[in-house]
């Protein structure tokens, strides 16, 4: 089973996290809206155990190197 919230402040999500986990629930918690690199690990302390976000899309470019070795 899975739980999206979207848009709650990271102390809202946490009191559904709690309450989910007081009823037995191995809910898999997602948190969308507003999660950015500023404020991810909040929202991951908070109980969130997916975050959603869209902010690499409309972040600055970044050079990124990816090298594979066996």
């Known amino acids: 089973m899975s739980c999206s919230l979207e848009k ?6 946490a ?7 007081g009823t037995g629930s191995q ?3 997602a948190a969308a809206g507003g999660i950015n690199a500023r404020n991810a690990e909040v929202y991951a ?7 959603v976000t869209s902010a ?5 470019p970044r050079d990124v190197q990816v ?4």
């Open 8 to 13: 709650l402040a990271p102390d809202t999500l």
């Open 56 to 60: 690499p899309h409309t972040a600055r």
């Open 27 to 29: 809910a898999l918690v």
């Open 67 to 70: 090298d594979f070795s066996e």
């Open 15 to 21: 009191d559904v996290v709690a309450a989910l986990a």
């Open 45 to 51: 302390r908070a109980g969130a155990r997916v975050l």
